[in-house]
């Protein structure tokens, strides 16, 4: 029998040594398709950019959500439920300007909060970093949402009243 043909045959090879190399041939397959992505985890998934430093509300009790990570689905300031957005959705990452949408409590002229939060509009800017050896970091997050549901969207505001992502002011 030709060499070619036995190779070729699995049942020529010792079983253990057929699915050892056909287990490496399937690792080799993965790694050489996983090497043109990002890492799952980490500061250099979406280009090296994140969302604030991780730091950016370690002063509080709560830390916050969503803040050093990229493309966060949850962002919250620790404070009132207003602070809290969900369901963040990323049109656009990595580039001068994230924009995203995504769920917003807010509130009532005369006291307490809409039953139902309300779509809000995202752009995180001002790419740099925040400490020395940090990430790439998204530094400021503007905001707009309805003043009602069902309402216009309003002006542009700086979320959260912080013109740095950085640390808390």
Known sequence: ?????????????PRARWVRTALLGIGGLVLVGLAGTPPLLGA????????GS?????????????????????????????????????????????????????????????PNPVKIQL??????????GGPRTYRRLIAREPSRPGGPMGHWFVWSGQHSLCKWH
């Open 123 to 132: 752009r995180a800017s001002s790419i740099g970093i925040c400490y020395s």
């Open 54 to 114: 991780k730091y950016f509300l370690s002063s509080f009790p709560s830390g916050g959500l969503g803040w050093g990570t990229p493309r966060p689905k949850t962002l919250f300031n620790g404070g009132d439920p207003s602070g809290y957005i969900s369901k963040i959705t990323w049109t656009s990452w990595g580039g001068s300007i994230a924009t995203g949408s995504g769920l917003n409590p807010i509130f009532k002229p005369q006291g307490g909060y809409y």
């Open 1 to 13: 029998m030709p060499l070619d043909q036995r190779v070729a045959s699995p049942r020529r090879v």
């Open 44 to 51: 250099s998934a979406y280009h090296g950019v994140v969302m």
